[in-house]
Each structure stands twice: as C-alpha cells, then as structure tokens.
C-alpha cells in the first residue's frame, strides 16, 4: 500500500470495467427498455454481470503480489502529488467485488422469479447499484468513495422502495434513505477538513502527509466524522435503527445484496479509511481493530440471519411455484 | 474574521441537523437536508479560497496568475448535482409515503407502525 | 439568513432565496461555475420539485376524507 | 421516542457535533491562505496540456473524470428511481380521481403571459446551448447548461396547454435522451480503453485553445452530460406533472 503512488508498473487495463461495464449496460438497458422484451433484457444485464464477475476474478488474481494501482486518464502523480482519481486494488477490495458481482446475479436470478413485474428497470437499478458497489471497492480516492456511496445509496433508495404496493417498503425506504443521506454528509465534512489539513485526496498520498506529523485534533475530528458516517451505512450499534426498516422491506433478491454486501462494505470503507490514512497516525491500532471487526462480525451475523428468517417461507414459495 | 466561514457551516449543519429531527412535515424535513447539505459547499469553498486569487478562469487572464483551488470547486459542483437528486427521489418517496398513509408527519408515522 | 428553518409551506420561496444567497456567497468564493449551477439548481430545479410535490400531496389530501 | 426524548437526545448530540466541529474548524488554516499544492498544480498545467481555460471543467471531465461519471449515474438512478416510484402511483389514482379534476382546473393562462412566454423559450433554450457549448471556455458547462434546457422545456409548459408540452418533449424522446446521455460518458471511457489509453485518457487532438472544440474528448463528454441532465430533468419535471397532465386529457 506504501507504493501507491509510485506506480508506473503496467496495471491490467481490467480495473476500471468493473465500474464501467454494469453502468453502460444500464444506460443501455434504459434507452431501449421500451423496444426490448423482458426476457432478453434479463439476459442482457445476466451476461454484463457475468463480465463483471469475470473482470473482478481476474483483479483478484493479479492482485494477489500486492495492491495494483490503476490511474484514471493516464495522469500519473507529479512531485508526489496525485492528480487523478486512483483505483487501488487490493485483494480485499477485489475479493469484495467478486462477492457483490456473484451476489448481483444471484439476485437477478432470483428476481426473475420472484417478481411477477420485474421490469428491464429493476435490471437497470440493480447493475448501477453493483457497479458502484465495485467502484466502492476497487476505489484509491477518498472522494471518489464518497460518490460512489452516494450512488450505490441512490440506487439502494429506489430498489428499496421498489416494492411500492406495501405501504411499509416506501417507509422503510424514506427512514433509510434520510438517514444514510446524513451519513454521507458527515463523510463529506470529514473530507473537506483532510483536504485542508494535507491537500490531497488521494488516500496513500494523505496517509503520507498524515504520517509525518503527530496526530492533531483536526484530524482525529475528521476521522471521527469519516468513519461515523461509515458506520451509518454499516448499521453499527448506534446507528442501527434504519436496518430493520430497510432490509425486512426491501424485496428479497435486493435484501440479499443489502444484508450480503452493502453493511459489509460500509464498514469495509470506515475499516479501509482507517488502516490506508489513519494507522499511522493515530496510534492504537490494534483496540479499535478489534472493536470494528467484532461488531462487524455481529452485525452481518443479525442482518443476514434477520433477512434470512423473514424471507425463507416466502423464497422458499417462490422456488416451488 | 478569519474562520467565520468555516463557522457559518457548522451552523447550517446543526441548524439543518434541528430541522430534520424537529420536523413536523416531510416536505420540510426534506429541505431541511438541503440546507444541511449546504454547509459542506461552504466548508469545501471555504478551504480553496485564497487572498487576492482569482477564479481558476483563464479566458482573458495569463494561466500564472494566482487563482483559488479548482479542485474544491469541482468537488462542490459534484456535492450539487447529488443534492438535487437525492433531494428529487426523497421527494418522490414522500409523495409515495403520504399515498400509502394519507399523512407526512414523521410523528404520526411512527404511531401508525408501532 | 438562515432563520428561515420554521417556515411553513411557502418554504421553496425561501429556499429559492437562500440559494441565490448562497450563489452571491460562492462569487465571492470567486467560484463562477459553482455559481452558476447554484442558482440554476436553487432557483428553479428545486422549488419546483417541491412546489410539484406538495401540490401532489394537497391533491391526494382532497380526495381522501 | 416522543418530541421531549427528541429533542433531549438532539441536543446532546448536537453539543458533542458542535465540540467536534469546533475542534476540527480551529485546526483549519485560516480562510484565504490556502496552499494546497494540488490545486495550483491543476491550475498551472490545465492551459498548457489541455488547450482548456476553464480549470474546474477540466477538472470534472478530465483530471478528474471518473467522480462526474459516477455522478451522472447518481443523477441517472435518481430520476429512474423517482420516476418508477411516481408512475406507480399516478396509474392508480388517476382513473379513481379523474371526475374531481374539472374543479381544481388551473385558470389558462393569459394571452400575455402565453407571448411572454413564447418569447422567453428561445432565448433560454439558446443560453442553454451557449452554456453548454462553452463549458470548457467560461463558467457553465454540461450540467448547468443542461438544467437551464430544462426549463426552457418546462416553459413551454407553463405558457402552453399540457397536451403541447407533451408534443414538444416526448416522452420517448426524453427517455432516449436521457439514457444516451447516460451512455456516452462510460462509452468514451471504453473507447479510450480500447484504443489503448487508459480508462477516460483525453486522446483526441486538443485543438486550438479558446475554441468550442478545444479539449479533446472534453467536449464530448460534456454535451453528454447536458444531454443527460436536460433529459433527466424534463423527466422528473414530467413524472411530477403527469397526473395532472392526464386528468385534463379525459
């Protein structure tokens, strides 16, 4: 990770088609939705994702000697300052986005199925909610992450909300979708303050500033806020209460990217944020690891086991039928 | 003088932050989200501005002319663009809440479920 | 400037202006483009949404006792 | 969890966010005597390498490119998403509704108003282009410009009968713009990709600088954008409007 921006070494030109290949085919998908069938748009967004898949195996597999750095528009850092957004994958974050790619089209699979109206625009959300997801992932920009938050919550909003026959999806996606929104702006300060204190927003350019001098109150405010805002997402303890809300009402194929992917990943990016800028400044590692993959780990455990129980009759219905 | 900005964004996050768990209407809440958002355009300008710079517009002037960040701007311009969005589809699942409940009042809302 | 917070339904007004206020406060910023798109957003996109929204709503409310 | 209780938990919170934004904004460098080295780079190299004098839209579509395609497809989702979630509802209310429109019927517009109107279109949908086409010179750009096409759409609304607004932006027709917007910006990247740069690398000639054309792949992607924007927004604006769109049909 200490060579992030030193990389000139010849990256596989794979890294950016995880983002971009879910999110042309659902521009595609849109403008076309009205002269495709169903079934063959089914196939369309079945056969993006299986790239997807494809490409993030592959990342996985060359990331496997250490983090790749991948720079968008070919600008390479000048004096040490990174100009352009990075990817930098690393095998967790590669690992992560085969997971949501695996996960997306098992839950189109099963959508096709599930929904008796599931239309080319339930695809169309779906990949530019994987899409992001990657992007959240795979991203070596701490600005770059906050946009792909942003959109991978849009698109959670609306998936959510999908379902708007009940009167208990929409809600559950208004309380989701409001607190999540403030969630992102806590991200956002903290951003702000990390580019007035080093300048810079690519990650391993920050942690080098942030290194070299002991830790100030401005920065262990602006990790505060980051990883709050994370947390949010995450469903950690305090913030835990729109969980419930969103998951339970959110159609079953969506839940299980909720409860399989999203909560993991927010608490991947307060758990990324920290070991890629903060480790070396703020000092007690190994208490605070501790804490966020403890109550990580429970987390997942009562989201997925809580989706899991709700939905299992009606999945199962949906399977036999 | 010198820090009032940064200042006046904390308070419209606070303020925005009172409005949303105040709020009596969705409507409302929702614009109070837009005035919470608002502090981190403030904050984020307020960081790239420079003394006697000018805006990172070389049309008519010499690119070495000193000129403030245009990195924060940028961020900002992206910062809007999510905000009127996101503010459009919370809007639309208000519209779609008060379908279903017939009220937009969080407080009633949360009586219904319970 | 801010105060505006408690007001009633009239509030895209009031949102309208706050945000031209906001746009003045962004040239000063010397950010003309963020400017621009502020009070392009503030000034049209977003009172009207809300004009809509609620104008959507009272209709619901009408039709409902 | 009644008002009080709220309230009570507000407060704290909002002292302990209040501290720590205080904190925070004390650390910060005083307002003006920012000297952040990414900026002033990004300043000094956009007019040689880029032929562009718009810093900040060189930094959104090129420098930093990826986070406005990122925020094109939150746009995009957005407005599918409101669309998808207000359709549903206008289908349903509207054939139960339908008899109580005749009485909330708007007063049609005066003629005055109508000419006003009438003449207001043009030039806005020409500031519009304008902004658009000089995003990479002076202020504006895609999104901007975009925004203001879409109310020179809506201003044809305004003045106009519903059904002539439903002529003059078809809804199909928004729909393909939109989503075309959508598709050119990650159809250039692909491109670039595939003509052996790097995901969005600006590898067209930069043409000469001060002109509409100047830019490379800049303006491309930028039409993109206000293509996407003034779909995107119409549509919304559509959606909003549908019902009662239908209701003076019947």
């Given at each position: 990770?200490?060579?992030?921006s030193?990389g000139?070494?010849?990256?596989?030109p794979?890294?950016?088609?995880?983002?971009?290949?879910?999110?042309?085919?659902?521009?595609?998908?849109?403008?076309l939705?009205?002269v495709?069938p169903?079934?063959?748009?089914?196939?369309?967004?079945?056969a993006?994702?299986?790239?997807?898949?494809?490409?993030c195996v592959d990342?996985?597999?060359a990331?496997?000697?250490?983090?790749?750095?991948?720079?968008?528009?070919?600008w390479?850092p000048?004096h040490?300052?990174?100009?352009?957004?990075?990817?930098?994958?690393d095998?967790?974050?590669?690992?992560?986005?085969?997971?949501v790619?695996?996960?997306?089209?098992?839950g189109?699979?099963f959508?096709s199925?599930y929904?008796d109206?599931?239309g080319?625009?339930f695809?169309?959300?779906?990949?530019a909610?994987?899409?992001?997801?990657?992007?959240f992932?795979l991203?070596?920009?701490?600005?770059?992450l906050?946009?792909?938050f942003?959109?991978?919550?849009?698109?959670a909003?609306?998936?959510?909300?999908y379902k708007?026959?009940?009167?208990?999806p929409?809600?559950?996606?208004?309380?989701?979708?409001?607190?999540?929104?403030?969630?992102?702006?806590?991200?956002?300060?903290?951003?702000?303050?990390?580019?007035?204190?080093?300048?810079?927003?690519?990650m391993a350019q920050?942690?080098?500033?942030?290194d070299?001098?002991?830790?100030s109150?401005l920065v262990?405010a602006a990790f505060?806020?980051?990883?709050?805002?994370?947390?949010?997402?995450?469903?950690?303890v305090?913030f835990?209460?729109?969980?419930?809300?969103?998951?339970?009402?959110?159609?079953?194929?969506?839940?299980l990217?909720?409860?399989?992917?999203?909560v993991?990943?927010?608490?991947?990016?307060?758990?990324?944020?920290?070991?890629?800028?903060?480790?070396?400044?703020l000092?007690h590692?190994?208490?605070?690891?501790?804490?966020?993959?403890?109550?990580?780990?429970?987390?997942?455990?009562?989201g997925?086991?809580?989706?899991?129980?709700?939905?299992?009759?009606?999945r199962l219905?949906?399977?036999?039928? | 003088?010198s820090?009032?900005p940064?200042?006046?964004?904390?308070w419209?996050?606070l303020?925005g932050l009172?409005?949303?768990?105040?709020?009596?209407?969705?409507?409302h809440?929702?614009?109070?989200?837009?005035v919470?958002?608002?502090?981190?355009?403030?904050?984020?300008?307020?960081?790239?501005?420079?003394?006697?710079?000018?805006?990172?517009i070389?049309a008519?002037i010499p690119?070495?002319?000193?000129a403030?960040?245009?990195?924060v701007?940028?961020?900002v311009?992206?910062?809007?663009?999510?905000?009127?969005?996101v503010?459009?589809?919370?809007?639309?699942?208000?519209?779609?809440?008060?379908k279903r409940h017939?009220?937009?009042?969080p407080?009633e809302?949360?009586k219904l479920r319970? | 400037?801010v105060v505006?917070t408690r007001d009633?339904?009239?509030?895209?007004?009031?949102v309208?202006?706050?945000?031209v206020l906001?746009a003045?406060?962004?040239?000063?910023?010397q950010?003309p483009d963020?400017?621009?798109?502020?009070?392009?957003?503030?000034?049209?996109?977003l009172p009207l949404m809300?004009?809509l929204?609620?104008?959507?709503?009272?209709?619901?409310?009408?039709?409902?006792? | 969890?009644?008002?009080?209780t709220?309230l009570a938990?507000?407060?704290?919170?909002?002292?302990?966010l209040a501290?720590v934004?205080?904190i925070a904004?004390a650390?910060?460098?005083?307002?003006?005597?920012?000297r952040?080295?990414?900026?002033?780079?990004?300043n000094?190299l956009?007019?040689?390498?880029?032929n562009?004098t718009d810093a900040?839209?060189a930094?959104?579509f090129?420098?930093?490119?990826f986070?406005?395609?990122?925020?094109?497809?939150i746009?995009f989702i957005?407005?599918?998403g409101?669309?998808?979630?207000?359709?549903?509802?206008?289908d349903e209310?509207?054939?139960?509704?339908?008899d109580?429109a005749?009485?909330?019927?708007?007063?049609a517009?005066?003629?005055?108003m109508?000419?006003?109107?009438?003449l207001?279109?043009?030039p806005t949908?020409?500031?519009g282009i304008?902004?658009?086409?000089?995003?990479?010179?002076?202020p504006g750009?895609g999104?901007q410009?975009?925004?203001?096409?879409?109310?020179g759409a809506l201003?044809?609304?305004?003045?106009?009968e519903?059904?002539?607004?439903?002529?003059?932006?078809?809804?199909?027709?928004?729909?393909?713009?939109?989503?075309?917007g959508?598709?050119?910006?990650?159809?250039?990247g692909?491109?670039t990709?595939a003509?052996?740069?790097?995901?969005l690398?600006?590898?067209?000639p930069?043409?000469a600088?001060?002109?509409i054309?100047s830019?490379?792949?800049?303006?491309?992607?930028?039409?993109?954008v206000?293509?996407?924007?003034?779909g995107?927004?119409?549509?919304?604006?559509?959606?909003?409007l549908e019902?009662?769109?239908?209701?003076k049909?019947?």
């Amino acid at each position: 990770m200490n060579c992030e921006s030193c990389g000139t070494d010849d990256v596989t030109p794979m890294a950016p088609l995880p983002v971009a290949i879910p999110l042309i085919t659902a521009a595609i998908l849109a403008g076309l939705r009205s002269v495709l069938p169903r079934r063959v748009s089914f196939w369309i967004a079945l056969a993006a994702a299986a790239a997807t898949l494809a490409c993030c195996v592959d990342l996985l597999h060359a990331s496997r000697g250490g983090t790749l750095v991948y720079w968008f528009g070919n600008w390479q850092p000048r004096h040490g300052v990174a100009l352009a957004i990075s990817f930098a994958v690393d095998p967790i974050g590669a690992g992560l986005a085969t997971l949501v790619s695996l996960l997306a089209i098992t839950g189109m699979i099963f959508a096709s199925r599930y929904f008796d109206t599931v239309g080319t625009l339930f695809h169309t959300l779906l990949l530019a909610f994987m899409g992001a997801m990657c992007g959240f992932a795979l991203t070596g920009d701490i600005f770059n992450l906050f946009v792909f938050f942003e959109l991978m919550s849009a698109a959670a909003y609306a998936l959510a909300g999908y379902k708007t026959e009940d009167p208990a999806p929409v809600q559950g996606a208004l309380n989701f979708a409001i607190t999540n929104t403030i969630g992102a702006y806590f991200v956002l300060v903290g951003i702000g303050l990390i580019y007035a204190h080093t300048g810079a927003l690519n990650m391993a350019q920050i942690a080098r500033t942030l290194d070299a001098e002991p830790a100030s109150p401005l920065v262990i405010a602006a990790f505060t806020l980051i990883v709050s805002g994370f947390l949010v997402k995450a469903a950690i303890v305090p913030f835990h209460y729109w969980l419930a809300d969103a998951h339970t009402v959110a159609p079953t194929p969506v839940c299980l990217l909720f409860s399989g992917v999203m909560v993991e990943l927010g608490l991947y990016a307060a758990a990324r944020v920290y070991w890629s800028i903060f480790a070396g400044t703020l000092g007690h590692a190994s208490a605070l690891r501790a804490m966020i993959v403890g109550a990580g780990c429970a987390t997942a455990l009562v989201g997925a086991g809580m989706c899991w129980s709700e939905r299992n009759l009606k999945r199962l219905l949906a399977f036999l039928r | 003088m010198s820090h009032f900005p940064y200042g006046v964004a904390a308070w419209l996050f606070l303020v925005g932050l009172y409005g949303i768990v105040t709020s009596r209407n969705l409507v409302h809440l929702v614009i109070s989200l837009a005035v919470l958002q608002s502090s981190t355009y403030i904050l984020l300008l307020g960081v790239g501005y420079r003394t006697g710079a000018v805006a990172p517009i070389f049309a008519t002037i010499p690119p070495s002319t000193p000129a403030v960040d245009p990195v924060v701007q940028a961020l900002v311009l992206t910062d809007i663009v999510v905000e009127v969005t996101v503010v459009a589809l919370i809007l639309a699942l208000v519209v779609q809440v008060h379908k279903r409940h017939g009220t937009i009042d969080p407080d009633e809302l949360r009586k219904l479920r319970d | 400037m801010v105060v505006r917070t408690r007001d009633p339904v009239a509030q895209s007004v009031t949102v309208s202006f706050y945000g031209v206020l906001l746009a003045v406060l962004f040239v000063l910023f010397q950010a003309p483009d963020v400017a621009l798109s502020q009070i392009v957003v503030c000034a049209v996109a977003l009172p009207l949404m809300i004009l809509l929204a609620l104008a959507k709503i009272k209709k619901q409310r009408e039709h409902e006792p | 969890m009644n008002r009080k209780t709220r309230l009570a938990l507000f407060a704290a919170g909002a002292a302990v966010l209040a501290g720590v934004f205080a904190i925070a904004f004390a650390g910060l460098p005083p307002l003006g005597n920012y000297r952040g080295p990414y900026g002033q780079m990004v300043n000094a190299l956009v007019v040689p390498e880029r032929n562009v004098t718009d810093a900040v839209t060189a930094v959104n579509f090129d420098i930093r490119g990826f986070d406005t395609l990122g925020e094109e497809f939150i746009l995009f989702i957005s407005v599918m998403g409101a669309a998808l979630l207000l359709r549903r509802q206008s289908d349903e209310s509207d054939r139960e509704h339908a008899d109580h429109a005749d009485d909330r019927e708007v007063a049609a517009p005066s003629d005055a108003m109508r000419a006003a109107g009438m003449l207001l279109t043009a030039p806005t949908l020409l500031f519009g282009i304008y902004i658009v086409l000089h995003g990479q010179l002076t202020p504006g750009g895609g999104f901007q410009g975009g925004v203001i096409l879409a109310s020179g759409a809506l201003l044809v609304y305004l003045v106009g009968e519903f059904g002539n607004f439903r002529a003059a932006v078809p809804r199909a027709v928004v729909h393909a713009m939109e989503a075309i917007g959508a598709g050119v910006y990650p159809a250039v990247g692909l491109a670039t990709l595939a003509a052996g740069g790097a995901f969005l690398q600006n590898i067209l000639p930069l043409g000469a600088r001060g002109s509409i054309l100047s830019g490379g792949t800049i303006p491309i992607i930028n039409a993109g954008v206000a293509l996407e924007v003034c779909g995107g927004i119409t549509l919304v604006l559509i959606v909003y409007l549908e019902e009662t769109l239908e209701q003076k049909e019947e």
